[in-house]
């Protein structure tokens, strides 16, 4: 006999309470748990929504439109930099926050710099914060898979949101919902120095054509068919483009998601999960090693990145924090 839904006995109420307050209180405890282990907590900023800028201020995280519309000049970047108290040298030294950015594209006459010294480091500043800000999101997206791995491990039935969430997330890195140890290899950051470093071999310190023509940063190939731009010096039968993007922060997340997912790049997975397990932050030094089959120069190229993040003095901006404060130039200026 069926039983009315308003006949149901206040013990089942009850009994039905305490059984989802106790399931609360232990997912609770392992969202704790997995944030205290992993030391998500406290390398994690909390992002919080931050109203728009006036118009004028165009280079600005929050309205990336407007950034789109408007480039800074050099010296207008610089200002800007002055007047945030920014420098690589005050990050290197101090670890002082990094204040978010979020240029569309690269200054104007960046390419056109006669003082290499200079541009190098306007080059590297800005470049900073758009991969700060690409690592947090994915640093974000991994405290929340390790605590869904948790869930499951403790026998857990995930909630509708969560079993979405993970679908999207795993189409996204190209393997199953349920292959949570092929997610977990791929969901993670990419060393604040290895990526600076590639960034200035790929693009000439953001002077080469793909990079003031096409917001590509980082030299990443595309089909025929994709939307780029075509080498001059392209092989003749070669049908091959330089992938072009609308914003640098664009070029950014492909370039990390191309690392975190194609089976070229393995090794430095590979290199990157064996850090996590002996509790040790990613280094980029090392894990350029997982980089030959980015060049036809092979291991050519990874001692060029290496030289490159010695010479530059890379490694310590791997501790480099992002800060809630926004980076902004008047165009009036």
């Known amino acids: 006999m069926e039983v009315s839904p308003d006949r149901i006995e206040p013990r089942q109420i009850v009994n039905s309470v305490w059984?989802?307050?106790?399931a609360g209180i232990v997912g609770l405890g392992l969202m704790?748990?997995?944030?205290?282990?992993?030391?998500?907590?406290?390398?994690?900023p909390v992002v919080r929504y931050e109203p728009p800028p006036p118009v004028s201020f165009a280079a600005i995280a929050a309205s990336p439109e407007i950034s789109f519309m408007v480039?800074?000049?050099v010296a207008e970047l610089e200002k800007a930099f002055r007047d945030a108290g920014y420098s690589l040298g005050l990050v290197r030294k101090f670890n002082k926050p990094v204040p978010r950015l979020n240029l569309a594209s690269l200054p104007s006459g960046l390419a056109?710099?006669?003082?290499?010294?200079?541009?190098?480091?306007?080059?590297?500043?800005l470049v900073l914060p758009l991969i700060l800000e690409a690592n947090t999101h994915i640093a974000v997206e991994r405290r929340r898979l390790l605590y869904i791995s948790a869930m499951i491990k403790s026998g857990i039935s995930l909630p509708a949101n969560l079993q979405h969430w993970l679908a999207r997330l795993a189409l996204r890195y190209k393997t199953e919902p349920g292959r949570l140890d092929i997610l977990l290899k791929r969901v993670d950051v990419i060393p604040v120095s290895l990526a600076m470093a590639q960034a200035a071999m790929e693009s000439g310190w953001g002077t080469s054509r793909f990079a003031t023509q096409g917001n590509a940063i980082f030299g990443q190939w595309t089909t025929a068919g994709g939307k780029g731009l075509v080498p001059t010096a392209r092989e003749e039968g070669k049908t091959h483009k330089v992938r072009a993007f609308d914003r640098l922060s664009d070029s950014v997340a492909a370039y990390i998601l191309n690392l975190n997912t194609h089976r070229a790049y393995r090794e430095l997975r590979a290199i990157r999960e064996e850090a996590r397990e002996k509790g040790m932050r990613p280094d980029g030094l090392k894990l350029a090693a997982g980089?030959?089959?980015?060049?036809?120069?092979g291991m050519e190229y990874v001692e060029l990145l290496r030289g490159m993040i010695r010479v530059n003095r890379l490694s310590p901006l791997d501790d480099a924090i992002l800060s809630d404060d926004l980076i902004g130039f008047d165009s009036g200026a």
């Open 19 to 22: 059984l989802g307050a106790a």
């Open 32 to 44: 704790i748990a997995v944030e205290t282990l992993t030391g998500l907590t406290a390398s994690v």
């Open 71 to 73: 480039a800074p000049t």
């Open 112 to 125: 056109e710099m006669g003082n290499a010294k200079r541009r190098k480091a306007v080059f590297l500043e």
């Open 291 to 297: 980089l030959e089959k980015y060049s036809e120069k």
